[in-house]
């Protein structure tokens, strides 16, 4: 299991706002602020899913998310356009589409999208360390999303949307006449969805590459002190059986005298 320090859910939520003051201008950069702080405390609390086998099912795992996929899709954009890709869109539109795309994960206006799994089982048989919260209305996180940014009055050009709205790809049943067109002229115009949906994907199997990491990790921990306690067996157990006074006089220093 991975987790983040307070240090660093607090670096990457300063990380996050001044990529907003960077980018962003004007009357939107002001709206914006005006989300980012209404949100502040849930948004940096925030876990990116509610299994931990997904990705980032963790406190401050949503921020870290949306940085990843802002982050590889600039990287992204690079690649494309070095290799021929038509890029007709902003680093704005690019990095505003990314940093959107899950918005609708922090909840609705009052409410978390997400809460703790407090079944024990689900937690140790299914890997939910978070469910959805049953409060909310049913709405997809893109749909949330757009409504969110909808109602702080934050403007979008077509191909923020476009990108935002298309960032799951086919993961999203919903975006199939989008992806999935006969008709040339329905083709996407742009590539900005692609490198989205690139950025987004490649965030997940890194994060849930960490994961993995993690258990590995924790696996080699969890066996080396199985060896500890296997060998102070096998040392106590000798001390028992040997007829050696001074090794039981030292076992009784050790742990009493038996009774
Ligand atoms: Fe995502």
């Known amino acids: 299991m991975i987790t983040l320090t307070e240090k660093e859910i607090l670096s990457n939520w300063e990380k996050l706002r001044g990529i907003i003051t960077d980018t962003f201008e004007?009357?939107?950069?002001?709206?914006?602020?005006?989300?980012?702080?209404?949100?502040?405390?849930?948004?940096?609390?925030?876990?990116?899913?509610?299994?931990?086998?997904?990705?980032?099912?963790?406190?401050?795992?949503?921020?870290?998310?949306?940085?990843?996929?802002?982050?590889?899709?600039?990287?992204?954009?690079?690649?494309?356009?070095?290799?021929?890709?038509?890029?007709?869109?902003?680093?704005?539109?690019?990095i505003f589409a990314a940093m959107h795309h899950d918005l609708g994960k922090v909840g609705d206006l009052?409410?978390?999208?997400?809460?703790?799994q407090e079944s024990d089982w689900h937690r140790k048989n299914k890997g939910e360390i978070y469910t959805h919260n049953g409060d909310l209305n049913y709405m997809t996180v893109t749909d949330r999303a757009v409504f969110l940014l909808g109602h702080f009055n934050i403007p979008m050009s077509e191909l923020e949307y476009l990108g935002l709205r298309l960032t799951d790809g086919l993961y999203e049943q919903g975006n199939e006449s989008y992806l999935k067109s006969y008709f040339p002229q329905n083709n996407l115009k742009s590539n900005i969805a692609y490198i989205l949906h690139q950025a987004d994907m490649m965030a997940t199997h890194i994060e849930f590459d960490e994961w993995m990491k993690g258990?590995?990790?924790?696996?080699?921990?969890?066996?080396?002190?199985?060896?500890k306690i296997k060998k102070a067996t096998e040392t106590t157990s000798k001390f028992l059986k040997s007829d050696n006074d001074n090794a039981k006089d030292l076992f009784d220093e050790l742990f009493g005298k038996k009774q």
């Open 215 to 227: 258990n590995e990790k924790d696996k080699v921990k969890v066996k080396k002190s199985v060896e």
């Open 110 to 116: 009052h409410n978390d999208y997400y809460v703790p």
């Open 26 to 94: 004007g009357e939107r950069l002001e709206k914006l602020n005006t989300m980012y702080d209404y949100f502040e405390e849930r948004m940096v609390l925030a876990p990116a899913s509610g299994k931990e086998h997904f990705h980032y099912a963790m406190v401050g795992g949503y921020v870290a998310h949306v940085l990843h996929v802002v982050g590889f899709a600039v990287q992204l954009k690079d690649l494309w356009e070095k290799n021929g890709g038509k890029i007709d869109f902003t680093d704005e539109e690019l």
